[in-house]
C-alpha cells in the first residue's frame, strides 16, 4: 500500500502511523511519525504550527477534526507515489533518532479492568474476603497515579525502597530495597481535547477526547505495596515509575481490532451504557530477559476505555489535554495470559525459567522487561503497536 520500501523486520507499516517525539544530533525535538525504518519529520510536512514542538499536546488539544485530517494527508502521503519528491526530503532514519516522552502527562489516573487480575490480587493479598470488591462489576475501579514519574520506554528504572516486611507475613516490617519488584503489562488511552469543570464526558464522547493509545509498564514494588495500601490504596509501591512507549498509535489506527466487551451481570448504570462497543482485541506479549512469558489479552477486559472515561469524568472532574489513563494490568481468564509476575509466579511460590535456564519469582537487578502488542488492521492483517521496554537499576 505504499510506495516507501518495507521489510517484515519494520517496527510500523504504513498504516499504523503511530506519532512520538525524536530528536536527531544536535538538532531540537520535534513531532514525528513513524513508518517503516523511517520517521516522517511533521513540521515540514504537515505544519510547523502543530508539529514544531519538543510534545504532542498541541496537537492532541486541536481536537478530532485536525486529528483526522492530518492522518488522511499522511495516509495520502505515503501511499500515493505521486508525493515521493515531497517526502522524500523528511524521512529520518530512525537508527539516527532518539525518541522522547511523547506528551507532557497532565494528570494519571489507573483502573483495574481485569476480572482476571483483579480477583487473583484479591486471592493473594485479602485471602480472607470474597475475590472481587463488592462495587467491582458496579464501576470501573481506578486510582490517581503519579504523572511526575511517567517516563518513557527505555529510561532505566530503579529499584525502590520502603518499608515493607522482607521476611513474608508476620515478620518484622524493615525499611529497605523491594524485594519483589514486578511488572504491570496494561493499556493506556491520552486525552486529547480537553472538558470543562462540572460536565461529565459521556461514553458516546470517547473518540471526540481520546487521542490514542500507548503500552503502559506500570512498575509496582508489591512488598511495599502490600504493607502501605490499606486503606487509601497505591502509594510509594506504584509511584517511582511507569513506562510508555515512545510511539501513540492513533484511535483510528485500531478501527479493526474494535470488539464487543464481555457481557455485563448485573446491568450497569445509565452513564456506563456503551451503543457503541469500544472492546480492543489487541495481544500483548511479556518478554522477560528475551524470554517471552506470557500472553495478555486487551479483550478480555471487562470495562471499555470509554467506559473508563465516562467514569472518571461523571463526577464533573475536567479532563486536560495529555491526561493519561491505564486500563489497569491486563490478566486473561487462560493459562499463559497473566499481565504481572505476581499473578505468573503466584506471589513467588512458583517461579518461571527463563531461555537462560535461570529462575525468577520477581524482578532481579539487570532485568530487562520488554512489553509488545499486536491487532487486526486492514484487509485482514495485523499490525504492531510498537513497545515499552525498561531495565532494572539497583
Ligand atoms: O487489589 C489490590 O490491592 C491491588 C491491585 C493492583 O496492584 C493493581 C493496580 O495497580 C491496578 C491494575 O493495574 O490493575
Ligand atoms: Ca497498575
Ligand atoms: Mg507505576
Known amino acids: 500500500m505504499t510506495w516507501l ?25 520535534r513531532v514525528g511519525a513513524a513508518v517503516g525504518s523511517w520517521v516522517l519529520d511533521l513540521a515540514p510536512l504537515a505544519g510547523a504550527d502543530l508539529f514544531a514542538h519538543p510534545t504532542l499536546n498541541p496537537f492532541l488539544a486541536a481536537g478530532r477534526p485536525v486529528w483526522d485530517a492530518v492522518r488522511a494527508r499522511l495516509l495520502e502521503l505515503v501511499t500515493d507515489p505521486r508525493h515521493r ?19 507532557e502527562v497532565a494528570d494519571y489516573v489507573d483502573f483495574y479492568a481485569s476480572q482476571t487480575h483483579a480477583e487473583n490480587v484479591g486471592r493473594l493479598f485479602r485471602p480472607a474476603n470474597p475475590a472481587l470488591p463488592a462495587a467491582w462489576r ?111 498509535v492513533p484511535l483510528a489506527a485500531l478501527a479493526h481490532a474494535r470488539v464487543a466487551p464481555p457481557p455485563r451481570s448485573p446491568a450497569v448504570a445509565s452513564y456506563l451504557r456503551d451503543a457503541e462497543p469500544w472492546g480492543l482485541d489487541v495481544s500483548f506479549e511479556v518478554e522477560w530477559n528475551g524470554t517471552v512469558v506470557s500472553r495478555p489479552p486487551l479483550r478480555s477486559l471487562y470495562w471499555t476505555p470509554a467506559q473508563m472515561l465516562a467514569h472518571l469524568t461523571v463526577n464533573g472532574a475536567s479532563l486536560r489535554t495529555g491526561d493519561l489513563y491505564a486500563s489497569g494490568t491486563i490478566s486473561g481468564p487462560r493459562p499463559g495470559g497473566s499481565g504481572c509476575f505476581l499473578e505468573l509466579t503466584w506471589n513467588g511460590a512458583e517461579p518461571v525459567t527463563l531461555a537462560d535456564g535461570s529462575s525468577r519469582a520477581f524482578l532481579l537487578d539487570g532485568d530487562t522487561v520488554t512489553i509488545r502488542a499486536t491487532a487486526p488492521g486492514p484487509a485482514g492483517g495485523r499490525i504492531a503497536l510498537g513497545e515499552v521496554t525498561g531495565t532494572v537499576h539497583p
Request: hydrophobic share 45%.
Open 138 to 248: 458496579q464501576l470501573p475501579i481506578g486510582y490517581h497515579g503519579r504523572a511526575g514519574t511517567v517516563v518513557v520506554s527505555g529510561t532505566a528504572v530503579a529499584r525502590p525502597s520502603g518499608l515493607r516486611r522482607a521476611g513474608g507475613p508476620g515478620s518484622p516490617v524493615e525499611f529497605g530495597s523491594s524485594l519483589r519488584l514486578d511488572i504491570e503489562a496494561e493499556a493506556g488511552f491520552v486525552v486529547g481535547a480537553p472538558s470543562a469543570l462540572g460536565s461529565p464526558v459521556p461514553v458516546g464522547a470517547f473518540e471526540d477526547h481520546v487521542f490514542g493509545m500507548v503500552l503502559v509498564n506500570d512498575w509496582s514494588a508489591r512488598d511495599i505495596q502490600a504493607f502501605e495500601y490499606v486503606p487509601l490504596g497505591p502509594f510509594l509501591g506504584k509511584s517511582f515509575a511507569t513506562s510508555v512507549s515512545a510511539w501513540v
Open 85 to 103: 519528491d515531497l517526502v522524500s526530503p523528511h524521512l529520518v532514519p530512525a537508527a539516527d533518532v532518539t525518541l522522547r516522552l511523547p506528551f
Open 5 to 29: 520500501a518495507l521489510s517484515d523486520d519494520d517496527p510500523f507499516d504504513a498504516w499504523t502511523l503511530p506519532y512520538g517525539v525524536f530528536s536527531v544530533a544536535g538538532g531540537s525535538p
